[in-house]
């Protein structure tokens, strides 16, 4: 038996990258269990985000925040053991990548032992990525709307509006990339500024309300699945009203996805 025919079938980092080269749009959504993870693997889709965003749409809360560096572990483990294909990625909460001795202690929970094959962290902390990535764990940036910054922020809006806030954040995602990460999420900035800092970048760029010139694209499932509390972003799109249940909601969002139809210019800023 080969040890890693299991492994193998596993999508990684350089099939993601050669998805940006030959233009192949990259479907990621985000799941928090196992049933989820299923159906998301088997509609085909790329990525699997165990987001932070499991705070709000599992546990209730109002913001992020609250989310340990234990239930990504346990939601982490859950989802990738479910998946065959798709690529995962999980979440560092808020406040676990301080020092660079803090997040190796969190990322290496978070990667060891058939749980993510990626973190991602808010913010250009190119320290923090640097050595991360000398230590061997994978990293995805992300920058726009972080909302583990809400508090600061002052609520969920729209980032990278004015010309100084723009050049700001190309030079933060070139640097980014400069420390090591493999991969960018950007979060609700305008779609030409996103096409920019994509068309600049070697590594992918998965956009959530960045338009649809990012190389990849991400919704909380929960939106996309219209079950989610509350209001829900404009960036996100209803898949299950015209879908006949879940599975062919996702395989609708797959598609929607690789042919470029979706988003829409009504779910871009
Ligand atoms: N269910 C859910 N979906 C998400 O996309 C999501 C989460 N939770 N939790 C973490 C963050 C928070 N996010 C949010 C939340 C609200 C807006 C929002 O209401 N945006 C306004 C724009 C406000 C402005 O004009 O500046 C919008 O109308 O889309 C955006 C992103 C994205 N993430
Ligand atoms: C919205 C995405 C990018 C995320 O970080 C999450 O789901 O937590
Ligand atoms: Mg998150």
Redesign the pocket.
């Known amino acids: 038996m080969n040890l890693y025919a299991e492994s193998a079938k596993t999508l990684t980092i350089p099939d993601l990258k050669a998805m940006k080269q030959r233009g192949e749009k990259i479907s990621c959504l985000t799941a928090y269990d196992a049933s989820f993870s299923t159906v998301l693997d088997q509609a085909g889709i790329d990525m699997i985000l165990v987001?932070?965003?499991l705070?709000?749409?599992v546990q209730g809360h109002h913001?992020?925040l609250p989310v340990t560096v234990d239930d990504m572990v346990y939601h982490s483990r859950i989802v990738a053991a479910a998946r065959k294909r798709a690529f995962v990625v999980t979440d560092l909460p808020f406040a676990s990548y301080a020092t660079p001795e803090q997040a190796l202690h969190n990322a290496a929970r978070l990667t060891q032992a058939g749980a993510a094959q990626m973190v991602k962290l808010e913010g250009p902390k190119l320290e923090i990525i640097s050595f991360l990535v000398a230590q061997g764990i994978p990293v995805c940036g992300h920058l726009g709307?972080l909302?583990q910054s809400?508090n600061r922020a002052g609520?969920?809006?729209?980032q990278g509006r004015d010309a100084g806030q723009a050049q700001q954040l190309l030079a933060d995602a070139l640097a980014i990339q400069q420390a090591g990460a493999d991969c960018l999420v950007l979060?609700?900035i305008p779609a030409a500024l996103a096409a920019q800092i994509t068309q600049q970048l070697s590594i992918p760029v998965i956009g959530?309300?960045a338009g649809a010139a990012c190389d990849g694209q991400v919704?909380?499932l929960?939106?996309m699945l219209n079950i989610?509390?509350g209001?829900?972003?404009?960036?996100?799109k209803n898949f299950i009203e015209t879908a006949a249940g879940i599975d062919a909601a996702v395989r609708s969002y797959h598609q929607a996805v690789k042919s470029q139809q979706f988003p829409g210019p009504e779910h871009c800023?």
């Open positions: 987001g932070d965003s705070g709000m749409v913001s992020t709307l909302p809400v609520g969920y809006k729209v979060e609700c959530i309300g919704l909380v929960y939106d989610s509390i209001n829900r972003p404009r960036f996100s800023y």
